[in-house]
């Protein structure tokens, strides 16, 4: 392979992994002012009592929220793992040569659970 079709196969995963970053910044900019909001509720309760049915509410509302930013944060972070995981192993394949089959069966196995 020349250097431009290597410079092309690893443009991809570069650009995947740098998309991947700024949505994991931004997500976890969500999922802190959930938590903040979280613990703001839960000091107004204590120190207030005539709200404590409303912030109730709002508490059980913000922590679904707060679970589902949590999850999107983990899979989030997992696929970065396969990204880094398939530029390492396409660029093992591109530098090792005859590799091919064992890469397709390295990627069966991490897409399978998920499948």
């Keep these: 392979m020349e250097v431009v079709e290597i410079l092309q196969a690893s443009l ?3 650009v995947i992994l740098s998309a991947a970053g700024l949505l994991s910044l931004s997500m976890q900019q969500r999922y802190g002012r959930v938590i903040d909001r ?8 204590v120190q207030d009592v005539s709200w404590k049915n ?3 509410k709002q508490l059980d509302l ?4 707060g679970r589902l930013l949590r999850n ?13 995981l398939s530029t390492f192993f396409l660029s093992f394949q591109i ?8 890469t397709l ?6 897409s399978f659970p998920f499948s």
């Design 38 to 45: 979280i613990r703001a509720f839960h000091e107004m309760m």
């Design 54 to 56: 409303l912030i109730e």
């Design 95 to 102: 530098l090792g040569g005859n590799t091919g089959s064992t």
């Design 105 to 110: 069966i390295l990627f069966y196995f991490l």
């Design 62 to 65: 913000l922590i679904k929220r």
């Design 72 to 84: 999107s944060l983990f899979f989030l972070m997992l696929s970065i793992l396969f990204a880094l």
């Design 12 to 14: 991809v995963p570069i």
